[in-house]
């Protein structure tokens, strides 16, 4: 999909490339998506971040294309021993699509990462690398070249899928996101400071697109009215009513159909909710968020996530560990800097 903004210049005859000698950093926020009955539509920003750095080198490339270009990678944190060290890789995937559609081509590349976020649990690491990607891109082309953070929402989302995590990830807080036509749209919400996210992150990942394969094709209509009903409260109780978080947190369009990917989330899901504590599943799992009314809140979920079995102790009920984290929600999104010279991590 190309929105009316993101015209494409790969007919042109040269492509520029960024001038070398410049780093960016991004840090990016993981994300929560659904928050519940938002199915693709609700995402949180949290206080984990990923931190990526990108430096421009002199290109080696003598055929006027992004492969013959140097690329080197310096990764470390969450996940990097599977991590592909080539064009493959994600950020620089990202970065390519940017270049193209800001009329460059890449150059090359020293990418250095500190991953936080871990892989395949459900807390958006494959929107904060694309994210972190398009937007160093941007960062480091021509001034007079560089693009908004709308455009970046158009472009993140359409290699995402979907802006329920890349919005979150770009503007902070909360973002109802939504796709008008060709385009993507989002609005931010700022939740109340009373609202704090818990999450317990198991010691197993599950694939998105296998929990995406265990939705069914339609549910009834009752289910749909239902979920339409809590979604708009728990914008209503994020704002100004957390005390309804445990309500508005209610889904009847994913959860349930998912549970068979991952028994000990949902088990750990409707143990909390039983406890009254407003939990669900991140994104596509496998972990567990739940968000507090307060720290007096947050800090019984920790006990009581920690007696079922959390702090990375095992119980043969869940069968699993558990790793669990009082988190804050990031109010302000991806930042990047840009500077001369190369600079590691």
Known sequence: ???PTMTSPLHAAVLKVPAPGFTAT???????????????????????YDTLSVSTLPSSGQGGGS?????????RGEGVAQLPLDATHLVVKAMDLAF????????????????????????????????AGIMAANALVDSADQQDSQWILQLASEMEGHPDNVAPAIFGAAAISWR???????????????????????NFEVKTELARGLLPATVPHADAAANSGRA??????????????????????????RAAA??????????????????????AGPTVMALANGA?????????????????????????????????????????????????L
């Not at 492969?67 to 990764?75: G, H, P, S, T, W």
């Not at 991952?262 to 994104?283: T, Y």
């Open 1 to 3: 999909m190309t929105g």
């Open 26 to 48: 991004v840090q990016v926020p993981g994300t929560s998506a659904n928050l519940g009955p938002g199915f693709d539509s609700l995402g949180l920003a949290v206080s984990l």
């Open 67 to 75: 492969m013959d270009a140097v690329l080197e990678f310096d990764l």
């Open 100 to 131: 193209a559609r800001l009329g460059y081509r890449r150059g090359g590349l020293r990418i250095a990462t500190e991953n936080v976020l871990p892989h395949g649990r459900g807390l958006g690491s494959s929107a904060s690398a694309i994210v």
């Open 180 to 202: 008008e036509g060709q385009r993507y749209a989002s609005a931010k919400v700022t939740p109340s400071g009373a609202v704090i996210p818990v999450v317990a992150i198991p």
């Open 232 to 257: 708009a409260l728990l914008i209503h109780a994020l704002k100004d009513a957390p005390e309804l978080l445990g309500a508005g947190t209610r889904d009847f369009l994913h959860q349930d159909y």
């Open 262 to 283: 991952m028994p000990e989330s949902a088990a750990l899901v409707a143990k909390l909710r039983e406890d009254g504590h407003a939990a669900f599943i991140s994104g």
């Open 296 to 344: 007096l809140e947050a800090d019984a979920m920790v006990a009581f996530i920690a007696g079922l079995g959390g702090e990375e102790k095992k119980t043969s009920k869940f069968g699993v560990s558990w790793r669990v984290l009082r988190l804050a929600v990031d109010l302000e999104g991806a930042k990047v800097e840009v500077h001369p010279g190369s600079q590691a």
